[in-house]
C-alpha cells in the first residue's frame, strides 16, 4: 500500500528479499523470496519450505495439453516464475511424453471386447502456415469387467476400408481375438473392414447418428413430430415391428421431405442388429 522507498506508519512493511535454492528437473537454482518484517508473507507459487519445484516440467505438459503454443506457455513461465524459457526448451519438455505416448499406443490389449465404439473428434490444425481440419478417431471399448477403456486414437484424414483394416489389424496385433459388437457412425468403408478382420462381429450404426442425419435438413416446426415417428422405428421390440414403423414413417413424411428416410433403408442391415438384443444391451449400444 506504499510506493518503494516510501514510509509507512504500518505495524508491518516489506522487507526486501532473501535468496532461496530450489532443485528443479533442470538443476538448482537460486531465487529471491520477498520477506516482511513479521514473516507473515506466504509465497504462492514456491510456498515456504518448499525446496523443490522439479513438477514443472508437469506445468509445461498441462498447459501444452490445453492447446496453448510454445509461445505462450514461454510468456507464461516468465510471467509466473519470472525466469525465461526458450520455446526450443518447451518443445523439449513436451517431446519426453513421446515415449509414453508410443508405449501407451502399443501396450497389450485383452483378448476379447463385448462392445467397441468408433467415434471422431474434429479439431484445426496449422499445417505450413494453413488452418486445415482433422479428425481424431477415438476407439473405446468396455472390457470384460464392464470398464471403458481407450484402446487407440488414430488421426487420419482419408477414410477408405484400407485405412479402417490397417486400424483394425493394429488392434489383433496388439492381442485382441474377438469382438462381440462394433458401433460406429457410417464410416465409410468401415462396414468392410470389419467383415474382413473380425467376420463374426456384429457392425451396429450409431442410432444417435442415424437420428441426426435424417433430421439434419428437417425444419423446427416438424423436427419433434418427425423425432417421435423414429423412435416407433429404434425403439420396437423385435426388428418385424420395427420394419412396420420404418414403412408408416416412410410413407408420412417422404412427400415432404423425399430424401429423410433413405439413409435408414440403404443402412438397415447396419440399424436392425439392435434388434437381437435385450433393452439393457440396447441402451448400452445406443450410442457412441
Known amino acids: 500500500g506504499y510506493a518503494k522507498s516510501e514510509r509507512s506508519d504500518n505495524e508491518n512493511y516489506r522487507n526486501g528479499y532473501k535468496p532461496k535454492q530450489v532443485n528443479s528437473s ?39 495439453a490445453k492447446g496453448m503454443t510454445t509461445r505462450q506457455i514461454s510468456e507464461t ?17 513436451t517431446d519426453k511424453i513421446l515415449p509414453q505416448i508410443e508405449d501407451w499406443q502399443n501396450r497389450p ?16 490444425v496449422r499445417d505450413n502456415g494453413m488452418i486445415r481440419k ?32 490397417s486400424v483394425l489389424n493394429e488392434l489383433k496385433n496388439r492381442g485382441v481375438k474377438d469382438i462381440l459388437i462394433i458401433c460406429a457412425d457410417g464410416l465409410t468403408g468401415i462396414k468392410e473392414a470389419i467383415a474382413a478382420a473380425f467376420p463374426k462381429t456384429e457392425y451396429q450404426r450409431c442410432i444417435v447418428h442415424q437420428v441426426r442425419n435424417t433430421l439434419k435438413y428437417v425444419p423446427d416446426k416438424d423436427r ?63 450410442t457412441t
Open 26 to 64: 533442470y538443476g538448482s537454482m537460486q531465487i529471491p523470496v520477498p520477506q516482511d518484517r513479521k514473516s507473515t508473507f506466504e509465497p504462492q507459487v514456491v510456498k515456504k519450505r518448499q525446496k523443490d519445484i522439479s513438477d514443472i516440467d508437469q506445468k509445461i505438459i498441462s498447459m501444452y
Open 77 to 93: 513461465m516468465e510471467e509466473i516464475y519470472g525466469f525465461e524459457t526458450s520455446e526450443g526448451f518447451i518443445s523439449d519438455v
Open 109 to 124: 490389449l485383452d483378448e476379447v471386447y463385448p462392445i467397441l465404439y468408433i467415434d471422431a473428434i474434429h479439431y484445426s
Open 134 to 165: 482433422l479428425a481424431a478417431y477415438v476407439i473405446l471399448g468396455i472390457n470384460a469387467e464392464g470398464k471403458k477403456e481407450v484402446l487407440t486414437i488414430h488421426v487420419g484424414e482419408n477414410e477408405s476400408s484400407k485405412y479402417w483394416l
Open 224 to 286: 419433434k413430430a418427425f423425432a417421435a415417428d423414429l423412435k416407433t422405428i429404434y425403439q420396437a421390440s423385435d426388428e418385424k415391428k420395427a420394419l412396420a414403423a420404418l414403412e408408416r414413417v416412410t410413407e408420412k413424411w417422404t412427400p415432404k421431405y423425399p430424401n429423410s428416410m433413405k439413409r435408414w433403408k440403404d443402412n438397415w442391415d447396419a440399424v436392425s442388429p439392435i434388434f437381437k438384443f435385450s433393452a439393457t444391451v440396447r441402451k448400452v449400444i445406443y
